[in-house]
């Protein structure tokens, strides 16, 4: 059976995203990394091929280890990296030597079809908040994969690994912070305004925080709160977070 590779981590909806390994020898029964990497070498690829990442029975794939091929089915091989300039590369050699999966045309052929149907659209989001019955949950390999990929880009963002080492270190600060950004009202009414006061002192002091939020909305928050502190940056990362999602 053919060795099809799947390109993930990159949500492009145009792009190619299977790829068949050329002039593949169905004699053979197995699959190393060393031919993996031989085949995007020759595809555009130097030394940087070895910032890809190839996933397969979801694990990566490991040097001096043979992958049986099974005659019954395909053996999928996913390709992803965390490295931008990589994955314009990627979608180059994926567009000129691949394909769209059937999978992702079925999709596109759905999306397209919910847009010119809204009255259809809307029945397919009301059979999705439906409950799924356990017989037909399905955990298969791919969906594993699939999921594996997915948690090693996450776990490789500079940002998470940040949070990450926050929460693991510093428990208490963490939920600290998250109390400062979770979803909820902060209600200012409780305070009687002073039109006349000038929060100027306030102002830089949350500026120097560099959260992020121009003067005129800081000072707003500030007039709202009497200029307290605490509560106006609750009131502006709630907001700035609410209007970024």
Do not use: C
Request: glycine content about 2%; aromatic content about 8%; overall charge negative.
């Amino acid at each position: 059976m053919p060795i099809i590779y799947k390109l993930v981590g990159i949500k492009n909806e145009t792009i190619n995203n299977e790829m068949l390994h050329p002039n593949w020898d169905n004699s053979k029964d197995s699959i190393n990394i060393q031919v993996v990497i031989e085949l995007f070498k020759s595809l555009g690829f130097s030394n940087d091929v070895l910032e890809l990442k190839f996933i397969t029975d979801s694990q990566t794939m490991a040097h001096e280890k043979d992958y049986l091929i099974n005659e019954q089915e395909s053996r999928i091989i996913y390709v992803f990296t965390m490295s931008h300039e990589l994955k314009e590369n990627l979608i180059k050699i994926f567009n000129e030597h691949g394909y769209i999966s059937k999978k992702k045309v079925d999709l596109l052929k759905s999306k397209e079809e919910s847009q010119n149907n809204p009255s259809e659209h809307v029945q397919i989001d009301l059979d999705l908040l439906k409950p799924i019955p356990e017989d037909e949950i399905k955990i298969d390999a791919t969906t594993i994969s699939a999921s594996n990929l997915e948690t090693l880009r996450l776990f490789g963002e500079q940002d998470f690994q940040t949070l990450l080492n926050v929460y693991v270190k510093n428990p208490d600060m963490f939920k600290i912070f998250a109390s400062y950004v979770s979803s909820g009202t902060v209600v200012p009414t409780v305070f009687h305004k002073d039109n006349s006061i000038d929060y100027v002192e306030q102002l830089e002091e949350i500026k120097k925080l560099n959260i992020g939020v121009n003067d005129e909305d800081i000072n707003s928050a500030l007039s709202e709160f009497n200029g307290h502190i605490n509560l106006t940056l609750r009131y502006l990362l709630t907001v700035k977070s609410s209007v970024s999602a």
